[in-house]
């Protein structure tokens, strides 16, 4: 008698599992849940042929969360799947975790608010001014909301490397991310190239709702690590092309603002920019964003003007500074942070009032050419501060 093929649906489930079992390799990525329930874990942030498929009931049994990355047993994909499975979760945010403690996890929007108070000393070799200037005049702690404000071709990419850089070295324990929106490609490979940090990236050529996706994943990852008490930092590129790509994509509200943007698109970009804090129960989320301004673009105008009021840092880089190549282009008059008394010593802070008052006396060329000079013969902040107080 010949023997008659069986269907997989025909063998006992205890004999399916230990066959998936047999196949089974380790794989993980980071939680993409789609409207229906079901979810992807992507290696690589965006969607791509390695994509892990996650069933939704595994999605409620764990009580997972978009941006969770998620690591265990994966199988191959069965007749008519495009994708492989996962077949058995083994950590979730590299941590063993049984469902009841992934219930019990704490979640982002219920986190309490602080102010920064945690300074990020970003100043790493004695001729990198750009981080040292920073430190003094406009520093970033732990929690900031920051913009860069920036014109073309101000040193905005260079400087952003910088801080990146500063972040690594001081804080290896940060977890640093670069989010870049409608980038051109060889913009985001020598950024890779050159920080220690995870990319995430979408090009210009890209849709706006892939554009979004890869932004929107990218914090939904960074909030999972602050509730696990991480401290994160994110350097993004640009809030300016974020909210242009929102512009494009949320559905018509019927009224349009100056340049032709759409008063509905400001929502969701603020709420990016606005995930950033400093939380009392732990970790915290850092945001610094780039607005570009002078781009002959009132749309760009308008959206500086909108999310000016939403940070608690600003720097900003002028163009007069740039074309006279005078650099690093730190318009130190109009940088600053709030509540920067938190973020210094008293000793300190006194350094850095008699600075800023000092500054003040001089015309605007001279102020950074002065501040650059002085700098530059002191190995440190602390030296330049001291011998400043010395009348030196």
Known sequence: MNDVPVSRE????????????????????????????????????TPSQDDIYVSQSQIRKFWLRPGDEVEGLIRPPKENEKYNGLL?????????????????????????????????????????????????????????????????????????????????????????????????????????????????????????RDQL??????????????????????????????????????????????????????????????????????????IIGTALVSTESRMDDLIYEEFKGTGNMELHLDRDYANKRIYPAIDIEKSGTRHDELLFDKAKMEKVAMLRRMMALLDKDERLIRLTEKLSKTKNNEEFLAEMKNGK
Do not use: W
């Open 213 to 286: 996706r890869a932004a929107e994943i990218a914090l939904e990852r960074a909030k999972r690590l602050v509730e696990s008490g991480h401290k994160v930092v994110i350097l993004l590129d640009s809030i300016t092309r974020l909210a242009r790509a929102y512009n494009m994509a949320v559905n018509p509200s019927g009224r349009t603002l100056s340049g032709g943007f759409d008063p509905a698109a400001l929502y969701p970009a603020k709420k990016f920019l606005g995930a950033a804090r400093n939380c009392e129960e732990g970790g915290s989320l850092t």
């Open 88 to 208: 058995k979760i083994e950590k979730v945010n590299g941590a063993v975790m049984t469902e009841e403690q992934s219930r019990q996890r704490a979640r982002f929007n219920q986190m309490t608010s602080l102010y920064p108070s945690e300074h990020i000393v970003l100043e790493t070799e004695p001729d990198i001014l750009a981080t040292r200037i920073i430190d003094i005049v406009s520093p970033i702690g732990f929690g900031q909301r920051g913009l860069i404000v920036s014109p073309p071709k101000a040193g905005k990419t260079t400087l952003l490397k910088q801080i990146a850089n500063g972040v690594r070295k001081n804080f290896p324990d940060a977890h640093l991310m670069a989010v870049l929106i409608g980038e051109r490609p060889e913009e985001v490979t020598d950024l890779t190239r050159s920080i220690d940090a995870e990319v995430i990236a979408s090009h210009f050529d890209q849709s706006p």
């Open 10 to 45: 025909e063998i006992p489930l205890e004999e399916r599992i230990q066959e998936d079992l047999k196949l089974a390799f380790p794989g993980k990525g980071i939680l993409e849940i789609t409207p229906s329930g079901f979810g992807f874990l992507r290696p690589r942030f």
